[in-house]
């Protein structure tokens, strides 16, 4: 039940088809947090939508309506969606819970409460493959690979579920690297500090790697990663090199075109000794690029213990290809 006031926001916002903060406290004559209180209510409650970043953010009448809850769906199965579903709208905004579950349904014209098991069974299935929180894909890259170099690979997350899309893993990695946004870099890193210290600790970890990007940006995703998680351990200086043209491996079809490639293309310049290493990766598509850095550190003789990989998402489905990151 939305209160005199918000009606009141509603019907000026509707007026003017888009209003800020400002408008509308002008508008209003109320303080700005008590405005700012009614238009988080609006906004999450889907009446309204935003767009921008502060201070310019414009608020306009969402053309989507978005059904809040999903009484009748058993607590626990509500709680899954509630803490799992993610998505980020084409308006840029980020919409988590039963909210972001109930829009991904309407623009599909499906009916959440009879959607909501099927994700469910989706959910557990994916869910079967975690143990401690991680994903492992030894057997995978022993089936894809003639000779694995990686002692250990896992990824915390899959980038996607099948129908229903990226994980939040994936749909925060997909726009932190397209969009170079450090805000999402760092909500990546603050997810994921916690498992990777957790996995350094019992895996006796003294080194780590971070893998390098292929394509050039202002801000790179793996520099940025490697100040979020500041471990505090010796770095293996990893070099990827460039030709001509630089060939990105999510722009190859073939994994052994992804091998060819991070043969030739990644180079470990160092000669520092270490037990057990951590090789970090946004993205597991083939997992050539881990293979084949892990098989460089090993000719070099640089680890006299294990190399264990780690991305942050990967694929379910084998190795495929991530075209998207």
Not at 66 to 78: D, M, V
Not at 181 to 186: C, D, G, I, Q, R
Not at 212 to 227: D, G, I, S
Not at 268 to 274: A, C, G, L
């Amino acid at each position: 039940m939305l209160t005199p006031r918000q009606q009141q926001i509603l019907a000026f916002v509707k007026q003017k088809t888009e209003a800020t903060a400002k408008d509308i406290i002008d508008f209003l004559g109320i303080t700005e947090p008590a405005v700012f209180r009614h238009l988080k209510i609006l906004v999450e409650s889907g009446k309204l939508a935003k767009t921008g970043t502060t201070p310019r953010v414009f608020y306009f009448i969402n053309p989507q309506k978005i059904t809040p809850t999903l009484p009748s769906l058993p607590a626990g199965q509500q709680t899954i969606i509630e803490n799992n579903f993610f998505l980020i709208t084409p308006q840029g905004n980020m919409l988590s819970g039963i909210n972001a579950f109930a829009r991904w349904c309407t623009d599909r014209n499906l009916d959440p409460v009879k959607t909501a098991p099927e994700y469910l069974a989706t959910w557990n299935k994916y869910e079967e493959h975690k143990k401690d929180g991680l994903i492992t894909g030894l057997n995978k890259f022993k089936s894809a690979f003639s000779t694995t170099y990686l002692d250990e690979i896992y990824y915390l997350d899959f980038y996607a579920l099948e129908r229903f899309g990226k994980t939040k893993l994936g749909w925060l990695l997909l726009y932190a690297k397209q969009t170079q946004n450090k805000k999402l870099m760092e909500q990546i890193g603050a997810i994921i500090k916690p498992k990777i210290d957790e996995l350094i600790k019992t895996n006796n970890i003294d080194a780590v790697g971070y893998i390098p990007a292929t394509v050039k940006r202002r801000v790179q995703f793996q520099k940025e990663l490697e100040r979020i998680l500041h471990l505090p351990l010796p770095k293996i200086n990893l070099v990827k090199t460039r030709n001509a043209v630089a060939i990105p491996q999510k722009s190859l079809s073939k994994l052994e075109d992804r091998i060819a490639n991070a043969r030739a293309t990644i180079f470990v310049d160092d000669d520092q000794k270490h037990n057990n290493i951590l090789l970090i990766d946004d993205a597991v598509g083939s997992g050539a690029t881990l293979n084949e850095t892990a098989k460089k550190i090993k000719d070099k003789g640089l680890a006299t213990g294990k190399i264990i990989g780690l991305a942050i998402t990967g694929s379910f489905k084998g190795f495929d290809v991530i075209n998207e990151v």
